[in-house]
């Protein structure tokens, strides 16, 4: 009976539902249940896009407002939003060909502002910035995109991570803020992964200027891990 249900409830260009969407794409299917979906007319869905159960597309801050002529929430063709996520577009949000979003992600154009301290932050104006993710990118589980952010061409952003700003083509970014980990460069192909040197454990009774004193000592020294101490303090 459920699978009857989510067959009937899904939404496609043929059954578009309450939803008077500006454009479904050809195999185009919205499951069952839909999350919260406003500013419809300012929506393009692209051709042969899977949007999973429960997934947020608005367009403008809040229903019922006049956004003008042009689309604001664009999908590009055989995107795939995984279950849960939201895409909140309140300025331009673009998504290219071939993106797929893991379960919860989130991505929005609208963010709080945070210029009187004395005013509760959900009550001050929000600011507001484009967002486009480029074609082919991938954004792992619970993956964040503030506005503003800027994704090149087949972009890897790891789950659970937060990226604001511009990302070059072909980069794995990870963390919060993300930073790019791993690119691939044409001609050279990839890049090693980006290192944090670690930590020099510090010998008991000696004091930094030691330390550095040493380093300069070792810094010309022939060998594997010559010098590393001195740089490793200074």
């Not at 890897?156 to 990302?167: I, Q």
């Not at 803020?177 to 050279?188: D, K, M, S």
């Not at 070792?218 to 010098?227: E, I, K």
Request: hydrophobic share 40%; aromatic share 6%.
């Amino acid at each position: 009976m459920w699978r009857v249900v989510q067959d009937a409830g899904a939404v496609t260009a043929r059954r578009p539902g309450p939803h008077a969407f500006r454009r479904i794409g050809t195999g185009t299917r919205l499951a069952f249940p839909q999350g919260t979906i406003f500013g419809a007319p300012w929506i393009e869905l692209g051709d042969h896009c899977v949007v999973g159960a429960e997934v947020t597309l608005t367009a403008g801050m809040m229903p019922d407002l006049e956004l003008g002529p042009e689309p604001v929430l664009t999908l590009g063709n055989g995107v795939v939003l995984g279950r849960g996520s939201h895409v909140v577009a309140d300025a331009r949000v673009h998504i290219g060909d071939d993106v797929f979003f893991g379960p919860y992600c989130y991505v929005t154009s609208t963010n709080h502002s945070y210029d009187d301290p004395a005013v509760p932050i959900g009550k001050q104006w929000p600011r507001s910035a484009p967002v486009e993710i480029g074609p082919g990118c991938w954004l792992g589980h619970g993956a964040v995109v503030l506005p503003g952010a800027r994704l090149g061409r087949n972009v890897v952003v790891a789950a659970g991570s937060v990226v604001r700003g511009e990302v070059p083509d072909h980069a794995v970014v990870a963390g919060s803020p993300a930073r790019v980990v791993r690119r691939w460069e044409p001609g050279t192909g990839w890049q090693p992964p980006l290192r944090t040197p670690a930590p020099v454990p510090v010998p008991d009774g000696v004091t930094p200027e030691q330390l550095v004193a040493l380093g300069e000592l070792t810094r010309g020294a022939d060998g594997p891990g010559a010098g590393t101490l001195g740089s490793g303090v200074e």
